[in-house]
């Protein structure tokens, strides 16, 4: 996508547009992508056309953020360089789909106890291949595929609003800030592409939002068992999600989002080497960042200066991205393994290519 159109997305967001910076030129990672994209492609499953992390876990989860990396790059089902890839991750979902809605195989040991996470980003990129697609007998059983899927997301919400690593009638009502926003970005995903998404769904879950959020701005783990955001309780990385996810809801300026920010702001450093959980937090506070660009901090906090800008988050975070990439194209910090990190930081890098509506500005 053009530089002018960015613009134009930014002034519809923010109302003026940033400007580029000679320092954000500077960090150049088309030749990082290419080489991370390859390695995807090379690593994908030749039979099934899944992904996998270290030891063959988490293939639900793993296929489906793979996929978005590909559809960021710009392909889609049926054109591109990695239109094949692509399709496999879309076959292997729609055979893996259950009765219920559910994406993924719940008798899968290693998804067994968790597997929300997978239902999510599964859904999130089939959201995203929906609204790109254009075979009418594909869509129509995409269609179909995402409507029960989004049936069950709403149905496996807790009482209280949230989710947690599987369904809440299963795992008696417990709720988690991570597994929430995995189920909030592509519940909005499938509502941009057209699917029915319930308003009520949506409502209770930024009223858990809400309560989640501690005095000084941070969201807290859970609010099972009379959990309570008190101050000092709240995670960087659960935070930075839920900036990301708000963003992609269209609520930039309200108040607790404001909060967050300021959380964000004093609790997460740019590109700093390894945190904890920092796959899990570089990729949602990227996505914030993007949207936030050089002046919309600005516009949320009139007269307010501050370090928080997409052009200097953008230098360092891709150059700390670029220095951790290995010869073979992969990354693999974390114990989750190469497909995991691999995806998380492709996705990061292709934020400016702006391809998909749930990452743009």
Known sequence: MSRIILI????????SAPALRADEAKVDVQESIRKGLEWLAKNQNKADGNFEANGGQYPTTMT??????????????????????IKKAVEWFMKRSQPNGLLGNPNNPTEASRYMYGHGFGLLFLASVYGEEEDEKRRKDLEKLLTKAVEFTCKAQTDKGGWGYVSGSEGGNFDEGSVTI?????????????????????????????????????????????????????RPPLTAAAIACSFSQGEYKNDVVKAWLKYCQKNIPFGKGRLAHDEY???????????????????????????????????????????????????????????FATSINLTILQLENATLPIYQR
């Open 8 to 15: 134009a997305l930014a002034v519809a967001v923010f109302g």
């Open 64 to 85: 489906g953020l793979a996929g978005m990396a590909f559809l960021m790059e710009g392909s889609t089902m049926r054109e591109g360089k990695y239109s094949q890839n």
């Open 182 to 234: 995995t189920q909030l970005q592509p519940l909005r995903a499938a509502r941009n592409a057209g699917i029915v998404v319930p308003k009520e769904a949506i409502n209770k879950s930024i009223d858990y939002m809400k309560k989640s959020t501690t005095p000084d701005g941070g969201i807290i783990y859970s609010l099972a068992h009379g959990g309570i955001a008190g101050a000092g309780q709240g």
């Open 281 to 339: 937090q570089n990729y949602y506070f990227s996505q914030a960042m993007y949207i936030l660009g050089d002046d919309g901090w600005e516009k949320l906090f009139p007269g307010e200066k501050s370090g928080m800008k997409w052009s200097e988050f953008r230098k360092s975070m891709f150059e700390y991205i670029k220095s951790t990439q290995g010869a073979d194209g992969s990354w693999s910090g974390g114990y989750v393994g190469p497909a």
